[in-house]
């Protein structure tokens, strides 16, 4: 079964064109809202991902991720446990950084001690208290979080202030001379509010057309 939004879109669509015209000349011109959550099997797995593609170019990055996958199959599948059974040579030879290896080792660590918690846990967990468990990993920040929230979690009112795609987009939708600080966007985006993630996928997809205001 697919993973499903624990909202529905058509009355956040309704709520983002009735609360920020601007908003709503984009949607016009995007079209429907067709995100769907990714499907994850456990947070490790996706964080992991999220860590090995961090300052990659996608084909590279999906290469890289592939042959960790193979060597974490070897040790059980895509697990904590397969991790710290697996050497530092078979995942450095699938072409892991120094740094990125010791990230997904702490990743594997605090999967072990608790601190990051079981999908079925997630699923009850605030915005904000996951930000503050899964930061404390190394090699993850509040982009990466935001990313998981959105795309795995599907939460529906989350703003990646710290995504350039998305500050680009506002600055250039709402006629911005400077980048905006992610305050001039939290401010802004309380016309969005339950709905923030929904505005910002639109953010997003505004690259993608010309979008006449």
Known sequence: MKPRFDFDP??????????DEVLAKV???????????????????????????????GSAAKAIHGRVLIELKRAGGATPEALIATPDAALRGAGLSAGKLAALRDLALK??????????EARKLSDAELITRLTQVRGIGAWTVHMLLIFYLGRPDVLPTGDFSVRLAFKKLYRKRKD???????????LWQPYRSVASWYLWRSHEVEVIL
Request: charge should be positive.
């Open 27 to 57: 949607i016009d011109q995007v079209g429907d809202f067709v995100l769907e959550p990714k499907q994850a099997t456990n947070l490790f797995e996706s964080l992991a991902r999220s860590i090995i593609y961090q300052q990659l170019h």
């Open 10 to 19: 058509a009355t956040a669509i309704a709520h983002l064109r009735a609360s």
């Open 111 to 120: 999967c072990r001690e608790g601190v990051v918690p079981t999908l079925k």
């Open 180 to 190: 905006p600080t992610p305050e001039i966007m939290i401010r802004h985006a309380r």
